[in-house]
């Protein structure tokens, strides 16, 4: 083991744990717990916000597919920079000025109905549960390729770690680890692609040139298709990555953390770029890992080619560079990991515990204690279906937990701001309809059934596309409209108006 490894490790972790220790300091209150008292500016919510957004998925799972497919690798990086459109001009300043501190807020301030906040809470929590899992396996290959430790223990020890942060620091602690993350991860980024270029002479046409006969698949290594996925497949892939991120918790839960709906407005401006320029710079890292390490060298160190990005690193700065580009790994998992416990904990805390077991009664003490628990029992489980997915593509795992949140959060998002007819009972369904429908075609997946073993159980899959979002998402949306339509409860009209007054004015903000 390389004592240069341990020292940087050891660097990133302390000062994180100093991050945690005088932001413990300032969490006393429900608020400061979970939006940090909302003092965050635009530019430090933006840099957060990027630094949740680029997990494990985006540095070391698209990475690792861009090596090995080309093309079809850099479907993801498409998808989740084109997400952020949809995020800004529908999302981000009506949540702001709707919510107050998780999802379930937003939809309670038009539908006044414990089931609906208790419907909310529980697709947050599988979705969280969904995205930690790939963090995880992202984070337990790293640590057992640097340090050599069995998986398992390196899946736990991230847990561990990751459940201090939320323990003691709340969203102030998260946010800074995030902000930290997200200016190590650009810089490792730009010294990585710049030290690829320089390889190619600075000559980006040559690069693709060259690239079309570097690895085994030739010219096809830059068309799509080169994964066998079908089209309709592909589709569905960019339906779950563009249309997912508006209806993921530990994103939405970010714009809670400022002022007003103006400031949450420029941090998805900042988060947007930083967000684009990374994006385009996988395919740097991904195209410097097939030309320079290798796809045997990839797939020897992790199956799902997850390694990429530290292997790429030290073929071209030798072992000293591999530590640093792994530490901002481990640093990245870290820090997202701490978001997603966080937004988990929120809605049990916030929604479960406080607004429908104690009807909105808990003292601010007794839901700093309950979300201090609820971190707890998600990190633990979190850490246990891990160890069952070790070997798949943690870029691939996000896409299933974005699919989730496309499908379960984003049709009543959109009915709760837009539609005057929406009432409970199509909140209900939509919610229940989307989580259901994606839950149980991924269950009868090609990612679950596999003649050749290759997936978690033998045998031939029922649903034969790897993302159900095509047929998820619509039917999310459909359930929204039949539940509604359905019912003979007719929501009060007035306080439709209400919602749309402030969702667009942010009218309750300036009344506060």
């Given at each position: 083991?390389?004592?240069?490894?341990?020292?940087?490790?050891?660097?990133?972790?302390?000062?994180?744990?100093?991050?945690?220790?005088?932001?413990?300091?300032?969490?006393?209150?429900?608020?400061?717990?979970?939006?940090?008292?909302?003092?965050?500016?635009?530019?430090?919510?933006?840099?957060?916000?990027?630094?949740?957004?680029?997990?494990?998925?985006?540095?070391?799972?698209?990475?690792?597919?861009?090596?090995?497919?080309?093309?079809?690798?850099f479907?993801?990086?498409?998808?989740?920079?084109?997400?952020?459109?949809?995020?800004?001009?529908?999302?981000?300043?009506?949540l702001?000025?709707?919510?107050?501190?998780?999802?379930?807020?937003?939809?309670?301030?038009?539908?006044?109905?414990?089931?609906?906040?208790?419907?909310?809470?529980?697709?947050?929590?599988?979705?969280?549960?969904?995205?930690?899992?790939?963090?995880?396996?992202?984070?337990?290959?790293?640590?057992?390729?640097?340090?050599?430790?069995?998986?398992?223990?390196?899946?736990?020890?991230?847990?561990?770690?990751?459940?201090?942060?939320?323990?003691?620091?709340?969203?102030?602690?998260?946010?800074?680890?995030?902000?930290?993350?997200?200016?190590?991860?650009?810089?490792?980024?730009?010294?990585?692609?710049?030290m690829?270029?320089?390889?190619?002479?600075?000559?980006?046409?040559?690069?693709?040139?060259?690239?079309?006969?570097?690895?085994?698949?030739?010219?096809?290594?830059?068309?799509?298709?080169?994964?066998?996925?079908?089209?309709?497949?592909?589709?569905?892939?960019?339906l779950?990555?563009?249309?997912g991120?508006?209806?993921?918790?530990?994103?939405?839960?970010?714009f809670?953390?400022?002022?007003?709906?103006?400031?949450?407005?420029?941090?998805?401006?900042?988060?947007?770029?930083?967000?684009?320029?990374?994006?385009?710079?996988?395919?740097?890292?991904?195209?410097?890992?097939a030309?320079?390490v290798?796809?045997?060298?990839?797939?020897?160190?992790?199956?799902?080619?997850?390694?990429?990005?530290?292997?790429?690193?030290?073929?071209?700065?030798?072992?000293?560079?591999?530590?640093?580009?792994?530490?901002?790994?481990f640093?990245?998992?870290?820090?997202?990991?701490?978001?997603?416990?966080?937004?988990?904990?929120?809605?049990?805390?916030?929604?479960?515990?406080?607004?429908?077991?104690?009807?909105?009664?808990?003292?601010?003490?007794?839901?700093?204690?309950?979300?201090?628990?609820?971190?707890?029992?998600?990190s633990?489980?979190?850490?246990?279906?891990?160890?069952?997915?070790?070997?798949?593509?943690?870029?691939?795992?996000?896409?299933?937990?974005?699919?989730?949140?496309?499908?379960?959060?984003?049709?009543?998002?959109?009915?709760?701001?837009?539609?005057?007819?929406?009432?409970?009972?199509?909140?209900?369904?939509?919610?229940?309809?989307?989580?259901?429908?994606?839950?149980?075609?991924?269950?009868?997946?090609?990612?679950?059934?596999?003649?050749?073993?290759?997936?978690?159980?033998?045998?031939?899959?029922?649903?034969?596309?790897?993302?159900?979002?095509?047929?998820?998402?619509?039917?999310?949306?459909?359930?929204?409209?039949?539940?509604?339509?359905?019912?003979?409860?007719?929501?009060?009209?007035?306080?439709?108006a209400?919602?749309?007054?402030?969702?667009?004015?942010?009218?309750?903000?300036?009344?506060?």
């Amino acid at each position: 083991m390389n004592i240069m490894v341990i020292l940087l490790f050891l660097l990133i972790v302390g000062s994180t744990l100093v991050i945690t220790y005088y932001a413990a300091k300032r969490t006393k209150t429900a608020s400061e717990f979970y939006t940090a008292g909302g003092g965050l500016t635009g530019w430090q919510n933006g840099l957060a916000i990027a630094g949740d957004y680029l997990s494990a998925a985006s540095f070391l799972g698209i990475a690792g597919a861009i090596a090995l497919f080309g093309f079809d690798g850099f479907f993801y990086s498409i998808g989740y920079l084109v997400a952020y459109l949809v995020v800004m001009f529908i999302v981000a300043e009506p949540l702001r000025n709707l919510g107050k501190y998780t999802l379930a807020d937003m939809i309670h301030a038009r539908f006044d109905a414990r089931k609906v906040r208790g419907v909310a809470a529980f697709s947050t929590l599988t979705i969280v549960i969904f995205y930690m899992i790939a963090q995880l396996v992202g984070a337990g290959a790293l640590i057992q390729l640097l340090f050599g430790i069995q998986y398992p223990w390196a899946v736990a020890l991230v847990g561990v770690m990751m459940t201090i942060y939320v323990l003691f620091g709340g969203m102030t602690a998260t946010s800074w680890v995030q902000i930290i993350k997200a200016v190590l991860l650009m810089f490792a980024t730009l010294l990585i692609s710049v030290m690829v270029l320089f390889k190619f002479n600075f000559n980006i046409v040559g690069m693709f040139n060259e690239m079309s006969t570097a690895t085994e698949h030739g010219a096809s290594y830059l068309n799509p298709g080169l994964q066998g996925r079908a089209p309709l497949d592909s589709i569905s892939l960019m339906l779950a990555l563009v249309l997912g991120t508006a209806g993921l918790p530990h994103i939405l839960m970010r714009f809670f953390t400022v002022r007003d709906a103006k400031t949450a407005r420029s941090s998805v401006v900042t988060a947007t770029w930083i967000v684009g320029i990374f994006y385009v710079l996988t395919i740097f890292l991904g195209f410097g890992a097939a030309a320079f390490v290798g796809s045997e060298a990839i797939t020897a160190a992790n199956s799902a080619g997850n390694m990429a990005a530290p292997l790429l690193a030290e073929a071209l700065g030798g072992e000293l560079f591999m530590s640093f580009v792994a530490a901002v790994a481990f640093a990245t998992i870290l820090a997202v990991v701490a978001g997603l416990v966080l937004s988990g904990a929120s809605a049990f805390a916030h929604d479960i515990f406080n607004q429908i077991i104690r009807k909105g009664k808990a003292t601010e003490k007794e839901q700093v204690i309950a979300a201090r628990s609820a971190s707890v029992t998600v990190s633990a489980l979190s850490i246990l279906l891990a160890l069952f997915a070790q070997n798949m593509n943690v870029a691939f795992l996000v896409a299933l937990a974005f699919c989730v949140a496309a499908s379960a959060n984003l049709p009543v998002i959109v009915y709760t701001i837009y539609w005057k007819r929406f009432n409970t009972a199509g909140a209900i369904s939509a919610m229940l309809s989307g989580l259901i429908s994606a839950i149980v075609l991924v269950s009868l997946s090609p990612n679950v059934f596999s003649p050749e073993g290759a997936a978690i159980l033998v045998g031939n899959p029922i649903f034969p596309l790897t993302n159900p979002a095509i047929i998820s998402v619509p039917i999310g949306f459909l359930g929204g409209v039949v539940g509604t339509l359905l019912s003979s409860k007719q929501e009060d009209t007035v306080k439709y108006a209400e919602v749309k007054v402030k969702a667009n004015t942010g009218y309750r903000d300036s009344a506060s």
